[in-house]
């Protein structure tokens, strides 16, 4: 019964990412795309609070901003009154963590966590459960918020997962703002001759901007990555798929997406009479709405000799060690937790590539 209300859980998830990616992008302002965001997830998960810290680089340090979102207002006012954390340096903190690891960071219990520096007001207000995790702007951190609930909760699986997208999706959307702020500013100062100049270098900006996302999921990748493949990405949410696929083709590979473990199926059935090897490596979503992806591994071995031989990189956020021992039971061949880092996925890609895989398959 755990495990339905979970994949009912993952089903709302597209939406409820897109949600929050419509409202922002329909905001007026750089404040109202991070105020967006804080009302989208604050409001639904009944957080008591939602901040965002501002990350100022000639300081080095992270700024408590006047961007909150609340459920409970006599709580707000309580934490707002006594400021805390008006500055807070990296690895500071949980923001100041969270800057410095660039990842999600999920806290049961912040009244009994030694390095939070805050236990005090929030035993005061009675808040336990906290959680953050970073927006990157440019390829840095530049933004951190926060959320403080009043139970003591199990990390979310779901909230982690959009969060992991949201942290790339808002900060395309905080850049794009930026520039446009930057266009309206230069065109009050310009003649018409210079506004055209202006709002030319704007286009060109404009289309740079498309290539954020390939700049901060591909840079720092080893030199001696060599992968030509294609690959078959079963992945259900559409945010993960944009980024994978993108991920994938700047890594000079060819990506195939489809939404579930049913689709999957039904694609290499499809294709098996056409091609014996119509993909070289399969990325495979553990928890999926329709078939999920333990499933579909499983029906995938037993189709033909390629679903026996093909590599199976299971992709999953929070794996806990059940998951980890049935992926390997079902017949995947190594793990790939998300957030999916840059190097990681380039090892997993060597790893598994055809000639080495042949090798292998050779030498048993």
Same mark, same amino acid.
């Given at each position: 019964m755990e495990r339905n209300v979970s994949l009912e859980q993952k089903l709302a998830v597209s939406e409820?990412? $897109? /949600?929050?990616? +419509?409202?922002?992008? #329909?905001? !007026?302002?750089?404040?109202?795309?991070?105020?967006?965001?804080?009302?989208? =997830?604050?409001?639904?998960?009944?957080?008591?609070?939602?901040?965002?810290?501002?990350?100022?680089?000639?300081?080095?340090?992270?700024?408590?901003?006047?961007?909150?979102?609340?459920?409970?207002?006599?709580?707000?006012?309580?934490?707002?009154?006594?400021?805390?954390?008006?500055?807070?340096?990296?690895?500071?903190?949980?923001?100041?963590?969270?800057?410095?690891?660039?990842?999600?960071?999920?806290?049961?219990?912040?009244? $009994? /966590?030694?390095? +939070?520096?805050?236990? #005090?007001? !929030?035993?005061?207000?009675?808040?336990?459960?906290?959680?953050?995790?970073? =927006?990157?702007?440019?390829?840095?951190?530049?933004?951190?918020?926060?959320?403080?609930?009043?139970?003591?909760?199990?990390?979310?699986?779901?909230?982690?997962?959009?969060?992991?997208?949201?942290?790339?999706?808002?900060?395309?959307?905080?850049?794009?703002q930026k520039i446009i702020l930057d266009l309206k500013k230069a065109l009050d100062n310009q003649s018409s001759v210079g506004a055209q100049q202006t709002t030319d270098d704007f286009s060109q900006k404009e289309a740079a901007l498309d290539l954020t996302i390939n700049k901060i999921t591909t840079e720092n990748i080893d030199a001696k990555f060599e992968f030509h493949g294609k690959i078959l990405v079963v992945e259900d949410v559409k945010a993960n798929q944009f980024v994978l696929k993108r991920l994938l083709e700047k890594l000079g590979c060819a990506a195939t997406i489809v939404n579930n473990g049913k689709e999957s199926c039904d694609l290499l059935y499809t294709l098996k009479d056409q091609d014996p090897h119509p993909f070289d490596l399969i990325f495979m979503d553990c928890h999926m709405a329709v078939m999920d992806g333990f499933e579909a591994t499983q029906v995938i071995r037993k189709m033909s000799q390629f679903g026996a031989d093909v590599p199976i990189i299971a992709l999953t956020s929070g794996l806990l060690e059940e998951d980890q021992e049935k992926c390997l039971q079902t017949g995947m061949n190594d793990i790939l937790k998300k957030p999916i880092r840059k190097q990681e996925i380039a090892d997993i890609l060597n790893r598994w590539k055809p000639d080495t895989h042949a090798s292998a398959n050779s030498g048993n």
């Amino acid at each position: 019964m755990e495990r339905n209300v979970s994949l009912e859980q993952k089903l709302a998830v597209s939406e409820w990412l $897109q /949600t929050i990616l +419509f409202a922002a992008n #329909k905001a !007026a302002s750089y404040e109202n795309i991070i105020q967006q965001c804080l009302d989208k =997830i604050c409001i639904p998960m009944q957080f008591a609070l939602g901040h965002a810290y501002l990350y100022h680089a000639s300081h080095d340090q992270l700024e408590s901003s006047p961007i909150w979102s609340f459920t409970q207002k006599n709580v707000y006012d309580t934490f707002i009154a006594q400021m805390p954390l008006p500055y807070v340096t990296p690895g500071k903190d949980l923001p100041g963590k969270v800057f410095q690891t660039r990842k999600a960071m999920w806290v049961k219990n912040i009244t $009994q /966590t030694e390095w +939070f520096t805050r236990s #005090k007001i !929030a035993a005061d207000l009675d808040l336990k459960t906290a959680f953050a995790f970073p =927006i990157f702007i440019e390829g840095n951190v530049g933004i951190v918020l926060e959320f403080f609930h009043k139970e003591c909760l199990e990390p979310d699986e779901v909230l982690i997962e959009i969060s992991e997208i949201l942290s790339i999706q808002l900060g395309y959307l905080l850049h794009k703002q930026k520039i446009i702020l930057d266009l309206k500013k230069a065109l009050d100062n310009q003649s018409s001759v210079g506004a055209q100049q202006t709002t030319d270098d704007f286009s060109q900006k404009e289309a740079a901007l498309d290539l954020t996302i390939n700049k901060i999921t591909t840079e720092n990748i080893d030199a001696k990555f060599e992968f030509h493949g294609k690959i078959l990405v079963v992945e259900d949410v559409k945010a993960n798929q944009f980024v994978l696929k993108r991920l994938l083709e700047k890594l000079g590979c060819a990506a195939t997406i489809v939404n579930n473990g049913k689709e999957s199926c039904d694609l290499l059935y499809t294709l098996k009479d056409q091609d014996p090897h119509p993909f070289d490596l399969i990325f495979m979503d553990c928890h999926m709405a329709v078939m999920d992806g333990f499933e579909a591994t499983q029906v995938i071995r037993k189709m033909s000799q390629f679903g026996a031989d093909v590599p199976i990189i299971a992709l999953t956020s929070g794996l806990l060690e059940e998951d980890q021992e049935k992926c390997l039971q079902t017949g995947m061949n190594d793990i790939l937790k998300k957030p999916i880092r840059k190097q990681e996925i380039a090892d997993i890609l060597n790893r598994w590539k055809p000639d080495t895989h042949a090798s292998a398959n050779s030498g048993n």
